[in-house]
Structures are given as C-alpha cells and as structure tokens.
C-alpha cells in the first residue's frame, strides 16, 4: 500500500524558495505507469495543481506557475521534490504531493493516492 | 476562477439523493477528457472518490456514481449519510491551459 508523505519547512519568507520533498514507501516512483504530482490548497480554496513528472524525466507545470517552478525526482530516494521561487504571500497554502495514474494517454491521469499535506505559511 | 463549474454548496437530508455538475468546455471534458471527482472530508487530504468519468475505486460504495455528458460531468450521491459532509472536486485535462484542472468544489451538507 502506497504511504506519501511531504516533508520540508513550514514557514517560508517572501521572495525566498519554497522546497518541499515528498517519500514514497510501499511502492517505487520509477513504475511507469504513474506520474507524480504536487498539488495545493490555499486557506479555504480549492485545489490548483501546480506540477508533475515522469520518472523517465518528462515533466508538466501549471503554467501561471511555470516561470517559478521546478519538479525533479531523486528515484534512488524514492523522492520527489518541489522548489517555488520568489514566493509571496498568496503562496501560503496546503501542499499535497500525489500519485497520478496515466490511463490511455499523457493527458488521461488522475490522482489516485494522496499525501497528508503540509502547510507552508509564507510570511516575515 | 476555475475552467471546471462547480456549485459552490449542496444540501440534503439523510436517505436523499443528491448530484453536483461539474460544467467544463470544448477545451477539456468536451474535447473527450475524462472526469474524476474527489472527496475532501473536514481537515483532511483529497480522496480519490470517481475515476474515469463512471468508476470507483475499491472500497467506495455504490451510493457513489459518476456520469457525464458533452462536456459536463456529474457526481450522484444516494442515500445520504452524515458521513457523506465534505467538500467534493472534479477534475479533468484542459488542452488550452496545457494541465490538469480542478473544479472550484462543492460543499455538501447533510442537513
């Protein structure tokens, strides 16, 4: 049974980097029939994905997030990271890191196995 | 704003059957992409709850359905149960914006 859980700090200071790592255990990030995503929610709003890769190194980004976003994944760790730069105040917000199932096609995937989430705050 | 519409709150007594749409475009559940729906109970991580338009994943009741229609979705509760309150999202691809997009969610209560 798949376990995510997303680690990294929980307060973060404008125009500094946001990284957040989420570990997989009880399966492996290299199955090539997932991609592995993070998601967010900002205080009581909805959810935005923000990015997703590929173990083979393909990766997606939200792109009104695009220009501040890298996602990489640390296979031999079982680990995926995200870093958000020059953060701001509207950055705060519950991330979640998630399994995503590729059905049929690139573009045909949901998100069938999520981590707790953990609360960024951004703020000075 | 979401390119998925979602109403913002639905409401049902214990035993009643509810639905939320879940409205999109010709740029995402209209041009043929699937809709899954998530469900969100109080302080907790997104559940996978609908999968491809129509299936539940393993151990997911059968008071759960899914259906969709041209480019709108749509999520069927029967026999509500308190333990049904939560908030609950679609999601689906939108080839416009290049990424995976969710509704603005829906809160349901059971009143």
């Known amino acids: 049974q798949l376990q995510l859980q997303e680690s990294g700090p929980g307060l973060v200071e404008p125009s500094e980097t946001l990284s957040l790592t989420c570990t997989a255990s009880g399966d492996s990030i290299s199955s090539s029939s997932y991609y592995w995503g993070w998601i967010r929610q900002s205080p009581g709003r909805g959810l935005e994905w923000i990015a997703s890769i590929y173990e083979g190194g393909s990766t997606y980004y939200n792109p009104s997030l695009k220009s501040r976003v890298t996602i990489s994944v640390a296979s031999s760790k079982n680990q995926f990271s995200l870093h958000l730069r020059s953060v701001t105040v509207a950055d705060t917000a519950v991330y979640y890191c998630a399994r995503q199932k590729i059905v049929g096609g690139s573009f045909y995937s949901f998100f069938d196995n999520w981590g707790q989430g953990t609360l960024v705050t951004v703020s000075s | 704003q979401s390119v998925l519409t979602q109403p913002p709150s639905v409401s049902g007594a214990p035993g009643q059957r509810v639905t939320i749409s879940c409205t999109g475009s010709s740029s995402n559940i209209g041009a043929g992409y699937d809709v899954h729906w998530y469900q969100q109970l109080p302080g907790t991580a997104p559940k996978l709850l609908i999968y491809d338009n129509t299936n539940r994943p393993s151990g997911v009741p059968d008071r759960f359905s899914g259906s969709k229609s041209g480019a709108s979705g749509s999520l069927a509760i029967t026999g509500l149960q308190a333990e049904d309150e939560a908030d609950y999202y679609c999601?689906?691809?939108?080839?416009?914006?290049?990424?995976?997009?969710f509704g603005g969610g829906t809160k349901l209560t059971v009143l």
């Open positions: 999601q689906s691809y939108d080839s416009n914006l290049s990424g995976w997009v």
